[in-house]
T-cell receptor, first 112, second 116 residues
Framework: AQKVTQAQTEISVVEKEDVTLDCVYE???????LFWYKQPPSGELVFLIR????DEQNEISGRYSWNFQKSTSSFNFTITASQVVDSAVYFC?????????WGAGTKLIIKP | KAGVTQTPRYLIKTRGQQVTLSCSPI?????VSWYQQTPGQGLQFLFE???????NKGNFPGRFSGRQFSNSRSEMNVSTLELGDSALYLC???????????????FGEGSRLTVL
C-alpha cells in the first residue's frame, strides 16, 4: 500500500530557530517521486521540491534543505533560521500512478 | 504566464443539488488533476486527465465526475450533493502529468464548496 505519514500535526517555534518537518513514506514501487508543498492561508499549494527515488543527494535551497533516505523511507524538510512568513501547512506527497498521495500535513507556526 | 484558474472560488449549495467546477490550466499544460481537501480526510485525489483522457481515478463515488476539453480546460461535476461534500476542491496542471516522469504540479487557489 502507498502511504505518507507526517506524524507532526503542529509545530510552533520562535523566529530564527531551525525546524525539521518529518515525512515517512511507504511504497512498493522501485521508481517513484516525492514532493513537498506549502499551503499558506490563501489555500493555494505551492511547490517546493520534487525528488525521484534514484537521487538520494540532499538538496539545499536557501534556508530550505531536504534529507532523503531510502533506507528509512524518509524525506525530511528543514527550515534554517525560520521566519514568520514560513508559517503555513506543509505537505509531503508520494507520486504513484498519475496521482499524488498526500500526508496529513504539518502546521508550522513561527512566532515573532 | 498566467497560473491555474479555478472558478467559482466560493459557492454554496443545498443537499441534492449538483455543482460544476471549472479549471483552466497553465497554457501548454495538458494534464489536469483534481483533489478534494477536507479537515477530516485531508487531501484526496479525485481524478487526472491528460489530453482529454482520464488516466486515473480516486476512490470516490460515481457522483463525482470530470472531463477535459480539447483546450485542456477541465470541469468536475458533483451530483446529488451531500453535506460531506463540503470541501476545498483543488485543481492542478502539469506539462507532463503525475506519472513516472512526474513534473511539477501547479495548483489553483481552489473552489470552496459549502453544502447546506
Amino acid at each position: 500500500a502507498q502511504k505518507v505519514t507526517q506524524a507532526q500535526t503542529e509545530i510552533s517555534v520562535v523566529e530564527k530557530e531551525d525546524v525539521t518537518l518529518d515525512c515517512v513514506y511507504e511504497t512498493r514501487d522501485t521508481t517513484y517521486y516525492l514532493f513537498w508543498y506549502k499551503q499558506p492561508p490563501s489555500g493555494e499549494l505551492v511547490f517546493l521540491i520534487r525528488r525521484n527515488s534514484f537521487d538520494e543527494q540532499n538538496e539545499i535551497s536557501g534556508r530550505y534543505s531536504w534529507n532523503f533516505q531510502k533506507s528509512t523511507s524518509s524525506f525530511n524538510f528543514t527550515i534554517t533560521a525560520s521566519q514568520v512568513v514560513d508559517s503555513a501547512v506543509y505537505f509531503c506527497a508520494l507520486e504513484s500512478n498519475y496521482q499524488l498521495i498526500w500526508g496529513a500535513g504539518t502546521k508550522l507556526i513561527i512566532k515573532p | 504566464k498566467a497560473g491555474v484558474t479555478q472558478t467559482p472560488r466560493y459557492l454554496i449549495k443545498t443537499r441534492g443539488q449538483q455543482v460544476t467546477l471549472s479549471c483552466s490550466p497553465i497554457s501548454g499544460h495538458r494534464s489536469v488533476s483534481w483533489y478534494q481537501q477536507t479537515p477530516g480526510q485531508g487531501l484526496q485525489f479525485l481524478f487526472e486527465y491528460f489530453s482529454e483522457t482520464q488516466r486515473n481515478k480516486g476512490n470516490f463515488p460515481g457522483r463525482f465526475s470530470g472531463r477535459q476539453f480539447s483546450n485542456s480546460r477541465s470541469e468536475m461535476n458533483v451530483s446529488t450533493l451531500e453535506l460531506g461534500d463540503s470541501a476545498l476542491y483543488l485543481c492542478a496542471s502539469s506539462s507532463v502529468g503525475a506519472g513516472i516522469d512526474a513534473g511539477e504540479l501547479f495548483f489553483g487557489e481552489g473552489s470552496r464548496l459549502t453544502v447546506l
